[in-house]
């Protein structure tokens, strides 16, 4: 098994309102959390390799606003919003989460915490995400979420992997 490939992603759903998602990389914790304060490297990242992501708005502090969007070679675009509702540099984050579509869908809490492993050589990411309805929950597992975080994930390992080879 190759390097990039050797962390799966593994989502979980503890309870009926929940999708928790666990990632281990090859990376100490302040820069895996460096992908995601850093807009110029949240983009590099995050999401299908199929589609390119502009970020409209992206206040990384409390209280700080995001938006972004996901665009397909269709013309498609999926947009994407939240705000900032904790950040504990470099162990925590918690926003909203939001998926602008019809109906429209109550707003997620994705609470992120970055664990160091291996005396601070490996990270985990464990992600919990929390819903205010069950359907809420199945739906995101049913629109192919898994699948998007994996490849993001991958590609997440692939940009660990350039900064440290290149020592940033």
């Known amino acids: ?25 090859d990376a100490p914790r302040e820069l895996v959390w460096e992908c995601f304060e850093d807009p110029e490297l949240l983009v590099e990242w995050l999401g299908p390799r199929r589609l390119k992501m502009r970020i409209e ?25 939240g705000e ?9 984050m918690e926003q909203t989460f939001t998926f602008v579509m019809e109906p429209p869908v109550p707003p997620q809490i994705d609470r992120c915490e ?39 994930n991958e590609r997440l390992d692939e940009l660990l992997a350039r900064r440290l080879a290149s020592g940033e």
């Open 1 to 25: 098994m190759s390097e990039k490939t050797r962390n799966q992603t593994v989502v979980t759903t503890p309870s009926d309102l929940e999708i928790q998602i666990d990632r281990e990389f």
């Open 57 to 81: 708005k992206y206040d990384f502090r409390v209280g700080g606003e995001w938006r972004y969007i996901h665009s397909d070679e269709g013309g498609n675009d999926f947009v994407f919003f």
């Open 84 to 92: 900032f509702r904790e950040i504990t540099k470099p162990e925590l």
């Open 114 to 152: 970055f664990i160091e492993l291996d005396g601070g050589k490996r990270t985990l990411l464990r992600t919990v995400s929390t819903f205010e309805v069950k359907e809420a929950r199945d739906g995101m597992l049913q629109s192919g979420m898994e699948s998007g975080v994996s490849e993001g």
